[in-house]
């Protein structure tokens, strides 16, 4: 059974960074692909960065280009966000999620994994 932890979210002030993290457990995530995603209150669920486990390809939204960075540990079967520049309209709840394959979906509906989310906070 695959399971997902996420760790890391707090509040920050505007310009701050933080680094999530997301733990994977369950299975060998070779041929996976992992995804972060954010919700905002009111608003729908929006995909932030991607990563292909197998070889390290990402993928960023326009949003978080330059200030967001995905990235893995292969050795501790982690999922990192790095965040940096953090503006109030970041603020979220974070979570991490996982799919089998190569491809590097954006759409949350096609990743069957997901971690129970972390809280993200800005403050202007």
């Known amino acids: 059974q695959v399971q997902l932890v996420e760790s890391g979210g707090g509040l920050v002030q505007a310009g701050g960074s933080l680094r999530l993290s997301c733990a994977a457990s369950?299975?060998?995530?070779?041929?996976?692909?992992m995804g972060w995603f954010r919700q905002a209150p009111g608003k729908e669920r929006e995909f932030v960065a991607a990563?292909?486990?197998?070889?390290?390809?990402?993928s960023h939204a326009d949003s978080v280009k330059g200030r967001f960075t995905i990235s893995r540990d292969n050795a501790k079967n982690t999922v990192y966000l790095q965040m940096n520049s953090l503006k109030p309209e970041d603020t979220a709840v974070y979570s991490c999620?996982?799919?089998?394959?190569?491809?590097?979906?954006?759409?949350?509906?096609?990743?069957?994994?997901w971690g129970q989310g972390t809280q993200v906070t800005v403050s202007s």
């Open positions: 369950g299975r060998t995530f070779g041929n996976y692909a």
């Open positions: 999620a996982a799919r089998g394959g190569s491809i590097l979906y954006t759409i949350p509906s096609v990743y069957a994994y």
């Open positions: 990563i292909r486990w197998s070889d390290g390809s990402t």
